[in-house]
Every structure is written in C-alpha cells, then in structure tokens.
C-alpha cells in the first residue's frame, strides 16, 4: 500500500507498507527533504538564518539588501522615486483595486487550488500554436474567471473554452496578485544571481554563466518562499518546462515563455519598462534559466539536508556547507580514536557507579539485619553475608569473618592504577605462582652442581668416570692373568 501526504509548502512524505516478507527488508520511501520540510515548518528562525547563511556565501549582499531579503526593511524597488511614470503606475494600481476570491487576493490555499484546473488544462494541450503568446477570447476569459472567483466547479474539458482562453486567464491571475510570485524580498538576490559568471585561470571573471552556483542560489532562494509561493512557482515552472519542450509544436520556446512570464513573476508592481532599463535583459535571463533548469530548482542542496537531519537525529546542527566540509577533513578522522576513548570511559563510570549503589544497598540490607533480634533466621543470614564481606560496612561490632579476600577498587582512581600498574603486577604474580619449589639436594650435589654449572657439563663428567673405571678393570684383569702365568711355570 502506497500512501502519499502532500503538505502546503509542496513537501510530500511517501511510505510503504509491504505484507510480503520477502519485501519487508526493503528500506522505508520517504521524501529527501523531510527533514528540511520539519525544520521549516517547526523551527522557522532557525531555518531562515541556515538558508540565508548559505546564501550570502554565493552572492554579495550589502546591510540594506539582505535586511529586505530577512524581512527587517521594506524593499526599495526601482522606480519608486521616478514621477515621470507614475501615471502608469496608478493606473495599474487602480485595475487591482477589484478584488475577488481568487484573482487580486494574496495568494491562498484556496486560489492555489482553483487555478491548479487551468495549469492541469494546459498540461493536455500544450501543442497549441502561440499558447501563452495568442490572446484567446475576452467573452470566454471572463465567464471562466467569474467561475473561479465564486468557486463553481469547471468542466474545462467540454470543448466551450479554448487552450488560449486558459492560458491568458492563467498570465492575468498572476498579474493581479498584490506581488509577483517571488516577492519583492527576494527581487535583488535575483539580480546578484544573474551576474554570478565564471572565473578564468587569472581569476578574471567572465561573460560565461556559473549555472552551478546559479542553480544552488536558487535553490536556496526557493527554500524561504512563502510556502503557497513556492507551491504554485512549482506547477508553474514545471508547466513552462513542458511546454518548452514541444516547441516544435507550439513554437514557444523557454527564452519566448520568459518574455511572457517575467513581468507576472517577477517585476515588482507597479513599474514600468523605462524603470527597470539594464535590469530587463537579466531578470528574463533568469526567468529562463529557471525553465530550463526547474526539474533541479526544487530540491534543497546536499548539505541543507544534512544539516536539518543532525539537527534533529544528531547531536548538534551545522550552520553552513564549510561546516560540513569541515567533518570529512584529515583531522575529523583523527577524533575518531578520541571519541571512543570518551565513550569506553562514561561506560566505565555508569558501571562504577551501578556497582556503588548495589554495595550501598548490601550494607544498608545488612545493618537492617544486624539489628534484628537474635534467632536462627538472624545467624543463617549473617552466614550468607559472611561469603560477601564487601557488603559490611566499616566499624561494625558484627564479629569479624575469616580474613576476607581483598576486593578490587571499583573506583575510578583504582581504574586509573590497574590500567597503569596492573600489568606488570599480575605477571610478578603470575611467575611467583608458577615457579616450581627446588628440591632438597645433598652438599655433594651443591657442590656438584656449582662446579658443573650446566646439565651439559654435568653429562660429560659422567662419561669421563665411566671411561677411566673401564680402563682400571682392564688393567686390573692383565694383571690378574699375569700372576697366574709366572706361578704355573
């Protein structure tokens, strides 16, 4: 059984549970940033100082600047002190006085969930020549945005509306909202963003786009959206990325939809053209490389992940990728050795101290029954304390026991004095044990024994007396014949 749970902020938690035991070692499917997800949802300050840590690392940004991106300063958009345009600006301020439920209401669950129908619309006619380019009925767009503003179900698929129709109404409802769907916070970290360009060897920079820090500064810019913002951004990117790719059919290509999109999403309100000047070529440059780019745009970076899960599985959180960088150094390596150390010595105290407490109660057990009235009960239980002296305490008038054993120190000095002194101790008394008791020998024998000095020495004189009592029964057996021969003539 599979079982998905999307959350507002687009977060999605995905299990499985498997009846089969053939599959119930399978590891658990689960959402990568799930720890990011609950950091962010739970812990918001926390979040927002990791994320923008990590940004101010790839781009620059002065006091002023990403004090509007932290929310501590109202952003100070182009144009705001220009008057010549500022009919126009009134102008467009008046159209989004009206207000309904859905179009020109900040954005909402609800609004997200009614313009969700025409982004799934679009889905199934992208090959509709000039979509989002052509303009579709005015009739028709309207009866369609009155439907979404009261909340009536559509039935877009019965053939009365117009892939165009759906379209326009979809670039009208972004329009309309009180800001453009990346926020006004975030309108000069996209500019910075925009200008990150490669380094050549000299250190010189480049007109060639860095898209790998692009691609992680946006990812990070994404993370500390408001959660309907980001949502909808989702659908939508992924809607123009779709699109994109059937340009053969619908001859939009991704820089064609981001002229198309960019003033929606992200030119402040309320500006103009003339406002905006240089900044026009680089804020649709953008636009683009998010299409391009948007299957990768939404996914926090490897180290904001590991981040997030230390911090509720580890024992401390990191605050930035050099952090990171930091674990997998020479040197952590060489902690390693020391970490154990530190663990085998708490194991060690927690078993001292288990062992105090039990000694402790023995003693406290045996006072109790030291004071109990004398009985048999009393004597066979002082009998049975008798085998475990450790448990008498010092100064008791109970009689003495034979010569107890002498226990080990359970303390953790004593700990300090075995692991030093211990070893050789234990080998001076393995080798008295072990050392056999000479035996009782004459003073010959001594005497013997030092004058030889070895058991070599000792064989050779053996042979020695052996040879010359040969010798002396042979000379004695000549003469013996001789005798008898002189006294037979």
């Known amino acids: 059984i599979f079982f998905s749970f999307p959350s507002s902020s687009d977060a999605i938690c995905n299990f499985v549970i498997c009846n089969d035991s053939s599959l119930r070692s399978q590891p658990i499917i689960f959402n990568p940033d799930f720890f990011v997800e609950k950091l962010r949802h739970e812990k918001p300050e926390v979040f927002t100082e990791l994320v923008v840590s990590n940004i101010t690392r790839l781009i620059d940004l002065p006091g002023a600047e990403l004090a509007q991106l932290m929310g501590e300063e109202d952003p100070k958009l182009p144009g705001a002190n220009n ?6 600006r009134s102008l467009m301020s008046l159209k989004r006085k009206e207000k309904g439920v859905v179009f ?6 609800e609004g997200i969930a009614q313009v969700s129908q025409l982004i799934e619309y679009l889905h199934k006619n992208l090959r509709a020549e000039g979509l989002f380019r052509v303009p579709g009925n005015s009739i028709r767009q309207q009866i369609l945005k009155d439907a979404l503003n009261s909340g009536t179900d559509i039935d877009l698929d019965s053939g009365d509306f117009h892939s165009n129709d759906v379209a326009t109404l979809l670039k009208m409802f972004l329009g309309e909202l009180p800001e453009p769907l990346l926020t006004h916070k975030h309108f000069h970290a996209h500019l910075k963003i925009a200008d990150l360009m490669l380094f050549d060897e000299k250190g010189n920079k480049t007109s060639t786009p860095d898209k790998e820090r692009q691609i992680e500064a946006l990812q990070l810019l994404f993370l500390i959206l408001p959660a309907p ?46 406002d905006l000047q240089e900044n026009i070529t680089k804020l649709n440059n953008g636009v683009t490389f998010m299409i391009k780019h948007s299957q990768k745009l939404f996914k926090a970076p490897a180290y904001i992940r590991e981040c997030a899960r230390l911090h509720y599985l580890g024992s401390r959180a990191h605050t930035s990728k050099d952090d990171l960088d930091l674990l997998t150094s020479p040197g952590s390596k060489e902690m390693q050795p020391l970490k154990s150390q530190k663990r085998s010595r708490l194991d060690t105290c927690r078993q001292e101290e288990t062992q105090q407490r039990t000694e402790e109660a023995l003693k406290e057990l045996f006072r109790h029954v030291h004071n109990m009235p004398d009985s048999a009960k009393k004597k066979k239980l002082i009998r049975q304390f008798n085998k475990h002296p450790a448990a008498l305490t010092p100064g008791s008038d109970v009689p003495a026991s034979p010569a107890p054993r002498r226990t080990r120190s ?18 001076e008394r393995k080798s008295r044990d072990t050392t056999p008791e000479p035996e ?7 005497h013997l024994l030092q004058k030889c000095g070895s058991p070599a020495h000792m064989s050779q004189v053996k042979l020695k007396s052996l040879e010359g ?8 057996t000549r003469a013996h014949l001789l005798s008898k021969d002189s006294s037979s003539l």
Not at 83 to 88: I, W
């Open 83 to 88: 008057t010549a345009s500022g009919f126009f």
């Open 104 to 109: 020109g209401s900040p954005l909402t669950e």
């Open 229 to 274: 913002n980001r949502s909808l951004l989702k659908l939508l990117l992924d809607l123009l990325y779709q699109t994109a790719k059937k340009q053969d059919k619908n001859k939009m290509s991704a820089h064609n939809l981001a002229l198309m999109f960019a003033p929606h999403i992200l030119w402040p309100r309320n500006v103009t053209a003339n």
């Open 410 to 427: 359970r303390s953790f000095s004593g700990l300090i004095k075995r692991k030093v002194l211990g070893t050789p101790v234990i080998l």
């Open 440 to 446: 009782r020998v004459s003073k010959e024998n001594i």
């Open 469 to 476: 009592r040969k010798e002396e029964s042979c000379r004695r």
